[in-house]
């Protein structure tokens, strides 16, 4: 969970009574949104022109960072932090949203909502299969919800106080009750800043893991437990990487690297501000965990430049991101936010603000100095998204120029696998929501000189919003041949790009707000010759 700014004043946190177990049913929750199946919300339109269409986004009000990620007889639950009294952050609550296939969405009524004692900030949700917590039964174990109670007045500890509570679930997700024992973990002396819960199975010890942050002291927390219920103390992580602002939502995977028998454990953690491209980003670190200890691999020292460091993210817009839970497939699963704490609360949408990335899937590989994470576009969203349409293609060397690609690959949304070989060209890339003058547009190009792909959203539409709406990202990628040939899988959705170079070495995913008529796409190629391939798929 992110406050909006660490810099700012910690207005009042809410708790509740440890006394008494409360229940959060669809009846209850008034402020809510009635359940409308959606694609990912709503499709986008003239009158609200930003709109994701295979992005999750809430059909109105604030969303941020996704929470409770958990895959349950053949569907994905998505628990997210939310505001269902307005368009802004606070009143910090669960929404949720259900799909099958990680594109097509069907928005619930609020899970968990605050209240004047308690807010519900970050968290995880596990599937208690064999009821260990006992807050289920052997013929219906529980969904177990472990989450940051961020607390007021009249609250279970002191007003500001975090620390982490637990509710279940008895019926997939639907109506939660909160443990009467919250909150089950706390810090001694208390924390203002102890939070986002993440679940980790260990089956070496049979026991479960979970990793915290005090956020402000850049220290990842884990502990222990066999029933969810009682936690012991680990160890700390600490002490390297990216140390430029408060350490969020921290996840520790085992992961097998790739062409190997190998085994390695990944922690992943998002920090804001400190981020590659400015505000909030993500970084991980590759290592061993011996089921006490976490110890990182070839990671970047504290003061090093932030280049040295492994980002999952060379964008903007990617934050908070982690795993779901029981997801099939043998891949970690991630959902992340698209925003950036710089300028989240001020980006120019009406009546939601706020959407999770694409889900994307990670695969572990030996990279030239270090064991690297690649990231695709997830196998159940792709394969949802390849189902719409017909995929159109062009083949076309351009020589020193623009050449628009025609209707066929115009559009606001669309899946797009684009080869560039630079033959005698220095730069070329490709145009997209761009002006039918060609005033404006977002321009993704590949520099042939110094091997980078580049995100350019600064003529790409509305910037005015926020001064730290940063024009452009960049990131080296590892090219094929002279370095002359790069390949991108672009997917555009209304008011968000994410970029995929080289088969997901590295990725670029940013937000951008252009005027709805901006539909058209152009290829270009800068001081000579580069030869196209180019699919699309309208979704």
């Known amino acids: 969970m992110t406050f909006p700014s660490p810099h700012l004043s910690r207005r009042q946190l809410l708790a509740v009574s440890a006394a008494v177990v409360v229940a959060f049913s669809a009846a209850s929750c008034t402020a809510g949104p009635t359940p409308v199946p959606t694609l990912a919300g709503n499709r986008p339109s003239a009158s609200d022109p930003w709109r994701p269409a295979v992005h999750l986004t809430a059909s109105k009000n604030w969303l941020n960072d996704p929470n409770g990620l958990v895959y349950d007889n053949g569907t994905y639950h998505a628990f997210y932090q939310y505001n269902p009294r307005g368009n802004s952050w606070g009143n910090m609550s669960w929404g949720h949203s259900t799909s099958t296939d990680l594109v097509h969405w069907e928005e619930h009524p609020v899970a968990m909502e605050a209240s004047v004692d308690e807010e519900i900030f970050s968290g995880s949700i596990v599937m208690d299969k064999n009821n260990a917590s006992g807050l289920g039964t052997a013929q219906n174990p529980p969904m177990v919800a472990l989450y940051t109670s961020a607390y007021g007045k009249n609250g279970a500890l002191h007003q500001g106080a975090q620390a982490q509570s637990v509710a279940f679930s008895l019926d997939q997700g639907t109506s939660w009750h909160k443990y009467h024992g919250n909150p089950v973990l706390n810090l001694t002396p208390t924390n203002n800043n102890f939070r986002d819960p993440k679940i980790t199975w260990y089956e070496p010890g049979r026991y479960w893991v979970m990793t915290t942050v005090v956020a402000d002291a850049q220290v990842v927390k884990m502990f222990k437990s066999t029933d969810l219920l009682r936690w012991e103390f680990l160890s700390d992580f600490s002490g390297v990487g990216a140390q430029g602002g408060l350490w969020e939502v921290p996840e520790l995977i085992q992961m097998d690297v790739e062409d190997s028998t190998a085994k390695k454990w990944v922690m992943l953690l998002s920090i804001n501000p400190g981020g590659i491209a400015g505000g909030s980003g993500m970084q991980y670190f590759v290592g061993e965990f011996d089921g006490t200890r976490f110890t990182a691999e070839n990671a970047a020292a504290p003061d090093a430049p932030l280049s040295e460091s492994q980002w999952l993210d060379h964008g903007a817009d990617y934050y908070a991101a982690n795993s779901l839970s029981n997801a099939p497939g043998g891949k970690p699963v991630l959902l992340g936010w698209m925003g950036n704490w710089d300028y989240a609360q001020h980006v120019p949408t009406t009546p939601w603000r706020g959407s999770m990335a694409i889900p994307r899937e990670l695969t572990l590989v030996r990279g030239e100095k270090r064991l690297e994470l690649r990231s695709a576009i997830a196998a159940a969203a792709l394969n949802a998204m390849g189902s719409t349409g017909e995929e159109k293609s062009k083949n076309l060397t351009v020589g020193s120029s623009l050449q628009d690609l025609g209707g066929d690959f115009a559009g606001r949304t669309q899946l797009m696998d684009v080869e560039m070989k630079l033959t005698t060209a220095r730069e070329a890339g490709i145009l997209l929501r761009q002006a039918a003058d060609g005033s404006s547009g977002l321009r993704v190009s590949y520099n042939r000189d110094t091997r980078t792909v580049k995100v350019d959203r600064s003529n790409a539409g509305t910037t005015n919003f926020s001064e730290k709406f940063s024009p452009y990202h960049q990131v080296a990628v590892p090219a094929e041949g002279n370095g002359n040939t790069v390949r991108l899988r672009i997917?555009?959705?209304?008011?968000?790009?994410?970029?995929?170079?080289?088969?997901?070495?590295?990725?670029?995913?940013?937000?951008?707000?252009?005027?709805?008529?901006?539909?058209?796409?152009?290829?270009?190629?800068?001081?000579?010759?580069?030869?196209?391939?180019?699919?699309?798929?309208?979704?």
């Open 491 to 539: 997917l555009l959705d209304s008011s968000s790009v994410e970029v995929f170079a080289q088969d997901g070495a590295a990725v670029i995913s940013d937000t951008f707000f252009p005027a709805w008529d901006n539909t058209g796409s152009a290829v270009f190629s800068m001081d000579g010759d580069t030869e196209f391939t180019v699919r699309s798929r309208a979704l």
